[in-house]
């Protein structure tokens, strides 16, 4: 009987004949997403002014995917959750507790030995990487290149002679990508299409064909682009590491700096969310892939850009 699962410190399989499916708990490692900051957006001027200076994590939802070995066991587990307040969920295998609350009960499939169902959950306050309350590390860089030598490295080497990550072409505030044990797999297309252009003032004359425009006058809007990445750490100590540092840069106020080495140019940016995490392996290394959504404050192409 393996016990993958501990809610308030009970084994879920021995209390209560439960246990969570494989990769069943991906979304848990989702990073909250950025509540909407406040922007002007200039009819005269490229992109927008975001307001930066304090910003807001949304709530996290969460669907964890379980199995029952009875017929009544997901019924107790759930009858269980409805009692009022918070309940505290731990995975051992990825060495971390989070405080939730049940919300939802939107799957239950009942077979004759056996019940598949899923459970939706909310972080209500999810906790910031390097807070008081945190389980993790590092409420900035040099906090990272302190913690990341207890696991004999540093943000320069630790990826790369562990693992043989090779440095990153796309830097966030002059720092490599893979410095945060992160790999950028696919961004190329979605980075390398220009924003749509902002409306100009139009006239539409009923008497004529189409529509009178200003034209001698051309911006784009912001856009976002969503890279497809994964983190890549020799344990899940370094992963969690590699995890709060690189979050808790992108969340800082103020807008992030993001460098494309083949374009040698940065481009203005922040932080709006991150989904579709999955746990290929979590030994030798630990491989946990992510899609990233980065919101370009303005951005505009140029002759010549290649990639």
């Given at each position: 009987?393996?016990?993958?699962?501990?809610?308030?410190?009970?084994?879920?399989?021995?209390?209560?004949?439960?246990?969570?499916?494989?990769?069943?708990?991906?979304?848990?490692?989702?990073?909250?997403?950025?509540?909407?900051?406040?922007?002007?957006?200039?009819?005269?001027?490229?992109?927008?002014?975001?307001?930066?200076?304090?910003?807001?994590?949304?709530?996290?939802?969460?669907?964890?995917?379980?199995?029952?070995?009875?017929?009544?066991?997901?019924?107790?587990?759930?009858?269980?959750?409805?009692?009022?307040?918070?309940?505290?969920?731990?995975?051992?295998?990825?060495?971390?507790?989070?405080?939730?609350?049940?919300?939802?009960?939107?799957?239950?499939?009942?077979?004759?030995?056996?019940?598949?169902?899923?459970?939706?959950?909310?972080?209500?306050?999810?906790?910031?990487?390097?807070?008081?309350?945190?389980?993790?590390?590092?409420?900035?860089?040099?906090?990272?290149?302190?913690?990341?030598?207890?696991?004999?490295?540093?943000?320069?080497?630790?990826?790369?002679?562990?693992?043989?990550?090779?440095?990153?072409?796309?830097?966030?505030?002059?720092?490599?990508?893979?410095?945060?044990?992160?790999?950028?797999?696919?961004?190329?297309?979605?980075?390398?299409?220009?924003?749509?252009?902002?409306?100009?003032?139009?006239?539409?004359?009923?008497?004529?064909?189409?529509?009178?425009?200003?034209?001698?006058?051309?911006?784009?809007?912001?856009?976002?682009?969503?890279?497809?990445?994964?983190?890549?750490?020799?344990?899940i100590e370094a992963f969690w590491q590699c995890y709060d540092a690189f979050f808790a840069?992108?969340?800082?106020?103020?807008?992030?700096?993001?460098?494309?080495?083949?374009?040698?140019?940065?481009?203005?940016?922040?932080?709006?969310?991150?989904?579709?995490?999955e746990v290929p392996t979590l030994a030798g290394p630990v491989i946990v892939k992510f899609?990233?959504?980065?919101?370009?404050?303005?951005?505009?192409?140029?002759?010549?850009?290649?990639?």
């Amino acid at each position: 009987m393996i016990n993958n699962l501990y809610i308030d410190d009970q084994p879920a399989r021995s209390q209560f004949g439960v246990w969570i499916t494989r990769d069943g708990y991906s979304g848990l490692l989702a990073f909250p997403a950025l509540k909407e900051p406040e922007a002007n957006d200039w009819p005269e001027e490229d992109g927008v002014e975001v307001d930066l200076s304090d910003l807001k994590l949304e709530r996290k939802e969460i669907t964890l995917s379980l199995l029952a070995d009875t017929n009544t066991a997901a019924t107790d587990l759930v009858a269980y959750l409805s009692d009022p307040g918070y309940h505290r969920f731990r995975i051992p295998s990825l060495g971390r507790e989070w405080r939730l609350r049940l919300a939802e009960h939107p799957e239950n499939h009942v077979y004759p030995l056996q019940t598949a169902f899923s459970l939706k959950l909310v972080e209500d306050v999810p906790l910031r990487p390097g807070s008081e309350n945190s389980q993790g590390f590092g409420k900035n860089r040099g906090d990272f290149e302190e913690n990341l030598g207890s696991f004999g490295g540093n943000p320069g080497t630790f990826s790369g002679n562990s693992i043989g990550l090779p440095k990153s072409r796309y830097l966030l505030d002059d720092v490599p990508f893979s410095d945060y044990g992160v790999v950028i797999d696919i961004s190329r297309s979605a980075l390398l299409k220009a924003p749509a252009a902002k409306l100009n003032m139009n006239r539409t004359v009923s008497t004529e064909d189409g529509q009178l425009y200003d034209a001698d006058h051309l911006v784009f809007q912001k856009k976002e682009v969503t890279f497809n990445c994964h983190f890549k750490a020799v344990s899940i100590e370094a992963f969690w590491q590699c995890y709060d540092a690189f979050f808790a840069a992108l969340i800082q106020p103020g807008e992030r700096q993001l460098y494309v080495e083949e374009i040698g140019k940065a481009y203005p940016c922040y932080y709006k969310n991150s989904s579709s995490f999955e746990v290929p392996t979590l030994a030798g290394p630990v491989i946990v892939k992510f899609n990233l959504t980065l919101v370009f404050t303005r951005f505009r192409l140029e002759g010549g850009t290649t990639i």
